[in-house]
């Protein structure tokens, strides 16, 4: 009993731990708990204040039966009986759980003894109609050793008052069991609570494990692997149900193990089944169990020479495990980590991605040498590490130790966060430069433009005022493409005076391609309107083709409607004829099309039809479009 002072303490933290949902009662239950809450409120609080972390659980149990005795007739003796049963039936039946576990100062009988009689007195001064139920723990576990399932069952129809994990524990195994029996009791060899409610360690959020082992020794129509799948997402679907109807929140763990499987791993010595055996206790057993529990506790279930072998070398093989593990986190995983944000980097810079042995040299000449973003000790780590995987790889060293790794793994956290860094670098300094070069581009292409209207050499400075006077003023290009203009010049020469922003860059983007755009169009049509005037239509037969004459050569189709068009070239001639023609290809026109400044005037003298004929035919038509 001296646990009560030092537990006293703990009895408040205990108390504001989360109980399990109440179950769903019967609305008879219901009513009385509404009922009597308060007095088993009052009763609850006296017997923490009292006992402290020795009571593991109170609850409500359900009013005996009572037995119909009206009849007539009935005699002084029924009577009497009748007033017994009315007065039993009045009672407040309360089930308080003892935790027996610590207890070595006196033996359970002792133990047992000394509660009920204060409880029960506790009882009485709270309300004359508590009748209280003292049971240790052990008993709860040893009724279960001896097949006994009448307090589980009670447990199972209770009202918790006040719970640490058992009563509700208890109360959802007992549920799932008949569930689970009820269905496949013929498959069923033991039903076993294990885990840490039987050790005493559950907690109101603990979950609930159990082990359920299945016959496979008579199985026939299917095999050992499909009948254990079956009955285990049947048995793990009950374990839902059951939740559900207790309304217990905890998880229901479901082990599903076959019994052949069982058996193996217990002549194996595998600890898990040790631990099934020792801590486990039966819900549900047909003789499997208890004598397997008895005999490990009498020293009869041992290991075999063979297991104790093999659990010897497990040791040494876990630790080299162990090891490999190590080196492959220092070879590959940390290895990698590093190299392809590396290799990423180097993308977006515009280089293709070099070899991983050529990576650390690459970087250095870039990011450290040429554009100076980078600090040289950020490549001594890759470079460390490519050296590191290459002499593992090639076996010049065997294994990593744990402090290499942790070495490793904190120069990588290191080395990636400035590669985070080196990224925005990088995307700023693209950004930068893209400015810099739309504005080239636009300047160019709007000088091209400027080129067709007659304009041959502008200055930088003098660009808006010739675009304004030239295209604009004339309704040659839309007005609102000179304010795409100004944003473009305004970047660049923010860009200079290193004062250009992201959403400046944006802007800049937008208004300079849409004017490219633009520009680009109306250059097409301009010289699409010139050429049409330097071309002679010509009709041979039923076929059409076309002569180009440009400043000193003329170009020839035969054909304008062949899949596969043939061209000629051939000089003009001082006299206005076309000398000898030969095979061309359309790059030769594209590139003399460009040395063209249009508008340029095209004569056409009589000497060119003679070549005309010579060329196409006699019987030729022609058409000079203008």
Not at 243 to 250: A, C, D, L, P
Not at 285 to 300: A, E, S, V
Not at 549 to 555: G, N, P, Q, S, T
Request: net charge positive.
């Amino acid at each position: 009993m001296a646990k009560k002072k030092s537990q006293s303490k703990n009895t408040k933290s205990k108390e504001t731990l989360p109980e399990p949902q109440t179950p769903k009662l019967t609305p008879e239950m219901e009513k009385k708990l509404k009922d009597i809450k308060s007095t088993l409120d009052k009763f609850k609080k006296k017997i923490l204040d009292k006992f402290g972390d020795y009571i593991t659980g109170i609850a409500l149990l359900p009013p005996e039966k009572q037995v119909d005795k009206e009849k007539e007739g009935k005699d002084e003796k029924e009577e009497k009986n009748e007033k017994e049963s009315k007065k039993q039936s009045q009672k407040i039946n309360v089930l308080v759980l003892v935790d027996d576990t610590t207890s070595k100062k006196m033996s359970k009988e002792e133990l047992k003894e000394k509660f009920s009689t204060i409880i029960e007195k506790l009882a009485k001064e709270t309300d004359e109609k508590i009748a209280t139920q003292s049971l240790l723990l052990s008993e709860l576990w040893q009724n279960c050793y001896d097949g006994k399932g009448d307090l589980l069952k009670l447990i199972a129809m209770s009202a918790p008052v006040y719970d640490t994990g058992v009563l509700s524990g208890v109360k959802i195994t007992e549920i799932h069991k008949s569930m689970v029996l009820k269905k496949f009791e013929k498959y069923i060899v033991s039903y076993v609570l294990v885990g840490s409610l039987p050790r005493g360690k559950a907690t109101p959020t603990s979950d609930i494990d159990v082990w359920i082992i299945i016959d496979d020794t008579d199985v026939k129509k299917m095999t050992r692997a499909e009948l254990k799948d079956k009955l285990r997402a049947i048995i793990m679907g009950m374990a839902l149900e059951a939740g559900e109807i207790t309304g217990i929140k905890n998880k229901l763990s479901c082990q599903v193990h076959i019994l052949t499987d069982v058996w193996e791993s217990l002549k194996e010595a595998n600890p898990v089944v040790f631990t099934f055996l020792r801590d486990g206790v039966p819900f549900f057993d047909r003789g499997m169990f208890m004598p397997w529990k008895l005999m490990l506790k009498m020293g009869k279930v041992k290991p075999s020479r063979e297991a104790i072998d093999m659990f010897m070398s497990t040791g040494d093989q876990m630790l080299k495990r162990v090891r490999g593990r190590i080196k492959d986190m220092g070879m590959e995983d940390i290895y990698y980590s590093i190299l392809t944000p590396s290799q990423a980097a180097l993308m977006l810079y515009g280089l293709p991605p070099p070899i991983p042995t050529e990576t650390p040299e690459v970087m250095k000449h870039i990011f450290v040498d040429k554009e100076k973003i980078l600090e040289p000790e950020y490549v001594k780590i890759l470079e460390h590490n490519v050296d590191l995987r290459k002499k593992l790889e090639h076996g010049d060293k065997k294994e990593l130790t744990g402090k290499e790794l942790d070495e490793l793994l904190q120069n990588a956290e290191k080395y990636l966060k400035r590669i985070q860094r080196l990224f925005k670098q990088i995307e700023k300094t693209h950004q930068e430069e893209s400015v810099a070069k739309l504005y080239d581009e636009v300047v160019t292409i709007i000088r091209d433009v400027l080129n067709l209207e007659g304009v041959e050499k502008t200055k930088d400075e003098e660009i808006i005022t010739f675009f304004e006077d030239k295209l604009i003023s004339t309704g040659k290009v839309p007005a609102r493409y000179l304010r795409d203009l100004n944003e473009v010049i305004d970047a660049k020469k923010d860009y200079e005076l290193g004062k250009l922003s992201k959403a400046e860059i944006e802007k800049a983007r937008k208004g300079g391609s849409n004017l490219i755009k633009f520009l680009i169009e109306h250059i097409q049509r301009k010289r699409g309107r010139e050429l049409d005037r330097a071309k002679i239509k010509i009709k041979h037969g039923d076929k059409f083709g076309e002569i180009i004459l440009l400043d000193k050569i003329a170009f020839i189709f035969r054909d304008i409607d062949a899949k596969e068009k043939t061209l000629l070239k051939a000089p003009i001639n001082t006299d206005g004829s076309l000398g000898t023609t030969e095979n061309a290809t359309l790059e030769e026109f594209e590139k003399e099309l460009v040395k063209i400044k249009f508008p340029q005037r095209v004569f056409i003298k009589e000497t060119v039809f003679e070549s005309i004929k010579n060329i196409f035919g006699g019987d030729v038509e022609v058409l000079v479009s203008h």
